[in-house]
């Protein structure tokens, strides 16, 4: 289906052991193919009916439709959804309970809600790379900039990735009390090197971080700490005077510097 400069179309990737992650693919009609391909992933907002379609600007909030701009930018741009949102919902009666009761379910088995969530990003970006030529990138706002953050640590095929309003440290949640999804609260993570630790593994890749200055869910101080704990040369911090958002000057800037980071990566090894 075109959708303005943009085509739009829903697939499903398989995994191995038979679950399937929907998702939506938008790829532009006038591809230069001078830039790659995106990863697109959505926030959390305690709102699980919305997933994939609100980044493809299909619903909800017009501010998180990155995914659509970023296709418009040039750059076909994969969007699946997160286990527990939209398609893939697995209480429509209380979202939150299946969510947090799943999440448990796995800590006691050995597994993570956070790698949960990362082996299907990894998956999605796996079919991405075989479809599409050129470097890879990831973008995701709040529980997709975490995700994000994660992925890249462990994803060498993510060359660059926009982080917004979605990395802090444990340390801080629980020094302010803040309540977090529970994809956050990895096992030994805090005792390891907190998210210092995950920012320290990213390597050869390039991020933009964006932030603002009193989002409630990442105190600004924490954010710049761990800013530090990236390796020199990876990490461009774009501060606002704002919340928790991901305003139109944020993402028009975000988008121009991931087009311009997969185009220059496109000439490293």
């Given at each position: 289906m075109q959708q303005g400069k943009v085509?739009?179309?829903?697939?499903?990737?398989?995994?191995d052991d038979g679950h399937v992650v929907p998702c939506l693919f938008l790829t532009p009609i006038d591809d230069d193919h001078q830039a790659g391909a995106v990863v697109a992933v959505h926030q959390h907002a305690g709102n699980y009916a919305l997933g994939k379609g609100e980044l493809a600007g299909l619903d909800g909030d017009p501010q998180m439709a990155f995914a659509l701009e970023l296709a418009e930018a040039g750059m076909p741009t994969l969007v699946p959804d997160l286990l527990g949102f939209e398609e893939?919902?697995?209480?429509?009666?209380?979202?939150?309970?299946?969510e947090h009761r799943e999440a448990w379910n796995l800590v006691v088995s050995g597994?993570?809600?956070?790698?949960?969530?990362?082996?299907?990003?990894?998956?999605?970006?796996?079919?991405?790379?075989?479809?599409?030529?050129?470097?890879?990138?990831?973008?995701?706002?709040s529980l997709g900039g975490q995700?994000?953050?994660?992925?890249?640590?462990?994803?060498?095929?993510?060359?660059?990735?926009?982080l917004s309003c979605g990395i802090g440290t444990l340390e801080s949640f629980e020094r302010e009390a803040i309540?977090?999804?529970?994809?956050?609260?990895v096992p030994n993570l805090r005792k390891a090197g907190d998210t210092h630790l995950v920012a320290q593994a990213i390597e050869n890749q390039r991020v933009m971080i964006v932030a603002g200055r009193n989002d409630p869910l990442f105190p600004f101080?924490?954010?710049?700490?761990?800013i530090?704990?990236?390796?020199?040369?990876?990490?461009?911090?774009?501060?606002?005077?704002?919340g928790h958002a991901f305003p139109a000057a944020q993402r028009r800037r975000a988008v121009s510097w991931l087009r311009a980071s997969l185009i220059a990566a496109r000439s490293m090894p």
């Amino acid at each position: 289906m075109q959708q303005g400069k943009v085509l739009r179309e829903r697939l499903e990737i398989w995994a191995d052991d038979g679950h399937v992650v929907p998702c939506l693919f938008l790829t532009p009609i006038d591809d230069d193919h001078q830039a790659g391909a995106v990863v697109a992933v959505h926030q959390h907002a305690g709102n699980y009916a919305l997933g994939k379609g609100e980044l493809a600007g299909l619903d909800g909030d017009p501010q998180m439709a990155f995914a659509l701009e970023l296709a418009e930018a040039g750059m076909p741009t994969l969007v699946p959804d997160l286990l527990g949102f939209e398609e893939r919902q697995r209480n429509t009666a209380d979202p939150w309970q299946a969510e947090h009761r799943e999440a448990w379910n796995l800590v006691v088995s050995g597994s993570t809600w956070q790698g949960l969530h990362t082996g299907d990003i990894a998956m999605v970006t796996g079919w991405l790379d075989a479809e599409v030529r050129g470097p890879l990138g990831i973008a995701g706002h709040s529980l997709g900039g975490q995700i994000g953050l994660f992925n890249l640590a462990c994803d060498l095929r993510l060359r660059a990735g926009v982080l917004s309003c979605g990395i802090g440290t444990l340390e801080s949640f629980e020094r302010e009390a803040i309540s977090h999804n529970p994809a956050w609260f990895v096992p030994n993570l805090r005792k390891a090197g907190d998210t210092h630790l995950v920012a320290q593994a990213i390597e050869n890749q390039r991020v933009m971080i964006v932030a603002g200055r009193n989002d409630p869910l990442f105190p600004f101080s924490d954010v710049q700490g761990l800013i530090s704990s990236f390796r020199e040369g990876v990490a461009d911090f774009v501060p606002f005077q704002g919340g928790h958002a991901f305003p139109a000057a944020q993402r028009r800037r975000a988008v121009s510097w991931l087009r311009a980071s997969l185009i220059a990566a496109r000439s490293m090894p």
